[in-house]
């Protein structure tokens, strides 16, 4: 069997770990910016950037470049690559669904509660492309408050700290140290995205939050568990 396992996640490179000893091609995409402390070694395992005309082709043709079938451990927020899966026949595509930490907000009501409560000072660890959202719906309603991002890619006019996933435990006290904000926002990306301990940090540091609710999306088989997927795996 031969898998195309879609994003550059912890449980993506855990799946390929698992599986490197047995007779499976994997092909995992993964973003050519972040450097993640375990790069893989293993021949057998073929990196390579995400392209969404694989996506389209693998859609069309029901099978390219000898893949049998799609994994999805993308990015629960990710969802440009999720409406490019979302009309993938189910025996195609399994998919990695996390279990979201809270109910969360959209970003609509997200900016309308932050011009309610006067922030004026906003750490935002939703990216580059949630920060933009925000920033856009903030402008729309005609309130500016000062924004830090931290992000992978730097939005041009915003003070900017790097994403460095090697540091994702200790950052945040030195980040409010630093900053002072008056307010962190960030998305719900389950556990493994760290939100919980995000949450407890805010609790203990007596910070506002605000949280971005994790998305809904019904396409694929969708397992909880990577245990559950490798069983699927092991039985095709």
């Given at each position: 069997m031969s898998f195309l396992v879609l994003g550059g996640t912890s449980t993506s490179r855990e799946f390929c770990l698992?599986?490197?000893l047995k007779n499976y091609t994997l092909t995992l995409t993964s973003n050519p910016i972040v450097k993640y402390p375990c790069e893989f070694k293993v021949s057998k395992i073929k990196n390579m950037f995400f392209d969404k005309k694989i996506i389209v082709e693998f859609k069309n043709n029901e099978k390219?470049?000898?893949i049998d079938m799609i994994i999805d451990f993308t990015h629960p927020?990710?969802?440009n690559i999720s409406n490019l899966l979302k009309n993938i026949p189910e025996?195609?595509?399994?998919?990695y669904q996390r279990k979201p930490i809270t109910n969360g907000m959209t970003y609509f009501d997200m900016v309308h509660k932050i011009k309610e409560n006067k922030f004026k000072k906003i750490l935002s660890l939703l990216g580059a492309n949630g920060s933009l959202k925000v920033i856009d719906e903030l402008n729309k309603i005609k309130y500016f408050p000062e924004i830090i991002i931290?992000?992978?890619?730097?939005?041009e006019g915003f003070e900017h700290i790097k994403f460095d996933p090697n540091k994702i435990d200790n950052e945040l006290n030195e980040i409010i140290k630093f900053y002072k904000p008056d307010l962190i926002i960030f998305k719900d990306s389950g556990k493994e995205g760290k939100?919980?301990?995000?949450?407890?940090?805010?609790?203990k540091n007596k910070i506002p939050f605000f949280v971005i609710k994790m998305p809904l999306k019904e396409y694929g088989r969708i397992y909880y568990s990577l245990e559950n997927i490798l069983k699927v795996v092991d039985n095709l």
């Amino acid at each position: 069997m031969s898998f195309l396992v879609l994003g550059g996640t912890s449980t993506s490179r855990e799946f390929c770990l698992k599986t490197t000893l047995k007779n499976y091609t994997l092909t995992l995409t993964s973003n050519p910016i972040v450097k993640y402390p375990c790069e893989f070694k293993v021949s057998k395992i073929k990196n390579m950037f995400f392209d969404k005309k694989i996506i389209v082709e693998f859609k069309n043709n029901e099978k390219i470049n000898d893949i049998d079938m799609i994994i999805d451990f993308t990015h629960p927020h990710a969802m440009n690559i999720s409406n490019l899966l979302k009309n993938i026949p189910e025996n195609l595509l399994i998919r990695y669904q996390r279990k979201p930490i809270t109910n969360g907000m959209t970003y609509f009501d997200m900016v309308h509660k932050i011009k309610e409560n006067k922030f004026k000072k906003i750490l935002s660890l939703l990216g580059a492309n949630g920060s933009l959202k925000v920033i856009d719906e903030l402008n729309k309603i005609k309130y500016f408050p000062e924004i830090i991002i931290r992000s992978i890619k730097k939005v041009e006019g915003f003070e900017h700290i790097k994403f460095d996933p090697n540091k994702i435990d200790n950052e945040l006290n030195e980040i409010i140290k630093f900053y002072k904000p008056d307010l962190i926002i960030f998305k719900d990306s389950g556990k493994e995205g760290k939100t919980d301990k995000k949450i407890k940090f805010c609790l203990k540091n007596k910070i506002p939050f605000f949280v971005i609710k994790m998305p809904l999306k019904e396409y694929g088989r969708i397992y909880y568990s990577l245990e559950n997927i490798l069983k699927v795996v092991d039985n095709l």
